[in-house]
């Protein structure tokens, strides 16, 4: 079964442009969810979907946004990009996000922005 | 809202032997999920082992095990016979009920010595 994959991996922009990042989650798992990792804030948990609607969104201003596709595909997107907004943006997916389900991730995309 | 502390910013460990690594949590809800996550110098978050709030025996999964205190709050990870290869960051985290998210902690960086 073929994991979590994310494009691009990496991926360098200037301030003031926007960009798109892609996750396929493994072959029937409903829920995705994006995670950003910093330095300084470490990992912070962006939003999830499950069915093609949000169901929680963490505490990030209204550039980033996100959707989910019919087939479970989500892409995020990150508007009038920031120097700030550097970081490794983590997928993850699960069967179910009951309490007991692990999430899995995919490799990453390494965003830098100049 | 649950909080994760990880207090042990880095660690060494001798090849082959056990390390400890500490996890504390802080939650409200009465049912709730304990996670840990390595992630190598590439990026991606590998699932080790997971540990619910109900489970009256401590997980194990291979060389991994899970130290679950209850009443402390405490979830820590212990691994045996430590590999060059376990070289990484470890991450605890843990999701409530019906919560989409996982919360994680600041990290413990593990570097096994030769």
């Known amino acids: 079964k073929a994991g979590v994959t994310q494009t691009p991996r990496y991926l360098i922009k200037t301030r003031g442009q926007q960009v798109t990042l892609s996750c396929s989650p493994i072959?029937?798992?409903?829920?995705v969810s994006w995670y950003q990792q910093t330095p300084g804030q470490g990992l912070q948990f962006l939003f999830e979907y499950f069915s093609e609607t949000q169901r929680n969104k963490g505490n990030f201003p209204g550039r980033f946004s996100g959707r989910q596709f019919s087939n479970s595909r989500s892409e995020m997107n990150v508007s009038t990009l920031e120097l700030g907004d550097s970081a490794l943006y983590l997928c993850a997916s699960s069967l179910d996000p009951g309490t007991n389900n692990e999430q899995f991730f995919g490799p990453g995309t390494r965003l830098t922005v100049l | 809202a649950q909080k994760i502390t990880q207090t042990q910013p880095g660690m060494f460990v001798q090849e082959k032997e056990a390390v400890t690594l500490d996890c504390t949590y802080d939650t409200s809800d009465p049912s709730y999920g304990l996670f840990w996550y390595k992630q190598p110098s590439s990026g991606e978050m590998i699932f080790l082992i997971y540990?619910?709030?109900?489970?009256?025996q401590n997980a194990t999964e291979g060389r991994y095990s899970l130290n679950f205190q209850k009443a402390r709050k405490s979830a820590n990870l212990v691994i045996s016979a430590s590999q060059l290869g376990d070289s990484a960051m470890y991450f605890c985290a843990m999701r409530g009920f019906n919560d989409y998210k996982l919360s994680f902690g600041a990290g413990t960086t593990v570097t096994v010595r030769a």
């Open positions: 540990q619910g709030s109900y489970d009256q």
């Open positions: 072959s029937g798992h409903r829920s």
